[in-house]
């Protein structure tokens, strides 16, 4: 752990005078107050201070008491779009206490007990992402200079990724440079769409980094004329945006994987507690979902019948069922490898710290009560007929917010792990699914206005 004299010393050399004491709301939104420099003690022993009744669920009102930002030194981020500016990501304290409304503290909770049992929960993550650009009228378009990424299969093209290439290498460069060791980035199957791949941590440490992620995308984007949007599915004719977690369990001691293993009849390479873990989340899939895809718009991406034709490149490759299988894209987890899984069900617009919280959480249920997952599919489940899905008793994936709020209404476990943040979600989502009812499309009135 950095100490306060080392940072101190690294600012100094790295020429900072200004700090960011950062949280997130319960989106996942990144809110900053900006210091300088010399109030670094007092952001470490005091916080920055925030109203909290000005953000979205952390159950203040305009009558509580400051919340305050103490941050973590262990997480110094230099700005690469602001040089003489780092960022700190903060915990949340009222009246000297800890908040449990924070999330970064409530997944800190999580983490903490699940490191008491021996453990320690490894992921990485993947931020497929869009440029866009506004037109006059209001609406978006993929970002496209060179009037070139015009391909129904994008993905990997070299002429479609040609214009992004200096926007990506700017990432690169600015990520490994903070030592994240990116070691690869592509043009994503939707036009205008990219991804820049880096090394996987622990969950803190990983949530830690796709917060900022999220705030360097948008600021170098705009250098290039482009709007970067981490929003689920901008089109309805092209692939959406997932933020696929990659995962192990691994010995608190060693770092061993616990979960990759010599001997194993279903030949994935995995050991019992992998299957155990696999096991719990399936069981807990259908409530864990409205925090991993946490919005109205995650479920344009979720959709049954997401295979051959659903979009423009031929496929969403999303998951509609609570499966897991081999090296497949199909499944809604994917066995990557030995030891190593993939949720492939997971948004660009989730809050990491809650998914994360909720994914320990529902797969140590799994292990602790040893649930087994099943055999793994094995077959492309986008050429299955839902008559053929249901026969095998697989279940289908809440198609709405509001079906995932009202299997996370009755799953305790998940709920444990948002502690009082369970609540506060699950209002404000309610409301959100409540006023996106209500509104009335361009669709609607195109298929209605005159019909009757």
């Given at each position: 752990?950095?100490?306060?004299?080392?940072?101190?010393?690294?600012?100094?050399?790295?020429g900072i005078e200004f700090i960011l004491a950062q949280f997130v709301d319960i989106t996942g939104g990144a809110k900053v107050k900006m210091m300088?420099?010399?109030?670094?003690?007092?952001?470490?022993?005091?916080?920055?201070?925030?109203?909290?009744?000005?953000?979205?669920?952390?159950?203040?009102?305009?009558?509580?008491h400051d919340m305050l930002a103490r941050i973590d030194l262990d997480t110094y981020t230099p700005l690469p779009w602001q040089p003489n500016t780092a960022r700190f990501a903060g915990d949340l304290f009222v009246d000297g206490e800890s908040y449990p409304f924070c999330p970064r503290t409530n997944l800190k909770r999580v983490l903490g007990d699940l490191k008491k049992e021996g453990y320690i929960f490894n992921v990485g993550m993947e931020p497929e992402h869009f440029?866009?650009?506004?037109?006059?009228?209001?609406?978006?378009?993929?970002?496209?200079?060179?009037n070139v990424d015009t391909l129904s299969k994008p993905c990997y093209d070299f002429r479609s990724m040609s214009p992004a290439m200096a926007y990506l290498q700017e990432l690169s460069t600015s990520l490994s440079n903070l030592g994240w060791g990116v070691y690869q980035c592509d043009h994503e199957d939707a036009n205008g769409?990219?991804?820049?791949?880096?090394?996987?941590?622990?969950?803190?440490?990983?949530?830690?980094?796709?917060?900022?992620?999220?705030?360097?995308?948008?600021?170098?984007?705009?250098?290039?004329?482009?709007?970067?949007?981490?929003?689920?599915?901008?089109?309805?004719?092209?692939?959406?945006?997932?933020?696929?977690?990659?995962?192990?369990?691994?010995?608190?001691?060693?770092?061993?994987?616990?979960?990759e293993a010599d001997q194993d009849a279903r030949q994935l390479g995995c050991s019992a507690m992998a299957y155990h873990f696999i096991g719990g989340v399936l069981k807990h899939a259908r409530a864990l979902v409205a925090v991993t895809s946490p919005t109205v718009n995650c479920y344009k991406r979720l959709q049954l019948g997401a295979g051959l034709y659903s979009s423009?490149?031929?496929f969403t490759w999303t998951p509609a069922f609570v499966t897991y299988g081999d090296n497949n894209r199909t499944q809604m987890i994917r066995t990557a490898g030995p030891g190593h899984?993939?949720?492939?069900?997971?948004?660009?617009?989730?809050?990491?710290?809650?998914?994360?919280?909720?994914?320990?959480?529902?797969?140590?249920?799994?292990?602790?009560?040893?649930?087994?997952?099943?055999?793994?599919?094995?077959?492309n489940m986008y050429e299955r007929s839902l008559e053929e899905i249901r026969s095998k008793g697989i279940e289908l994936l809440p198609q709405s917010l509001w079906g995932a709020l009202e299997e996370l209404v009755d799953d305790e476990v998940v709920k444990s792990a948002l502690g009082p943040i369970a609540d506060e979600f699950i209002k404000l989502k309610t409301a959100e699914w409540e006023t996106y009812d209500q509104q009335i499309t361009r669709w609607e009135i195109n298929e209605y206005l005159t019909m009757f």
């Open positions: 752990m950095a100490t306060r004299d080392q940072i101190k010393k690294q600012m100094k050399a790295d300088p420099a010399s109030s670094l003690d007092d952001a470490v022993d005091e916080g920055a201070g925030f109203a909290g009744a000005a953000v979205w669920g952390v159950g203040q009102g305009p009558d509580s440029l866009v650009t506004r037109s006059e009228c209001g609406g978006i378009k993929p970002w496209d200079p060179d769409q990219f991804e820049v791949n880096f090394d996987f941590a622990d969950a803190l440490a990983t949530a830690d980094r796709i917060t900022f992620f999220k705030m360097l995308t948008s600021q170098v984007a705009k250098k290039y004329g482009a709007i970067a949007t981490h929003m689920p599915k901008p089109f309805s004719d092209q692939t959406g945006s997932g933020l696929h977690a990659h995962y192990h369990m691994a010995d608190a001691e060693s770092g061993e994987n616990k979960f423009r490149s031929g899984f993939e949720d492939r069900t997971v948004s660009a617009a989730c809050n990491p710290y809650l998914a994360l919280a909720a994914y320990v959480a529902a797969g140590m249920d799994g292990v602790k009560n040893r649930i087994d997952p099943g055999e793994p599919n094995l077959g």
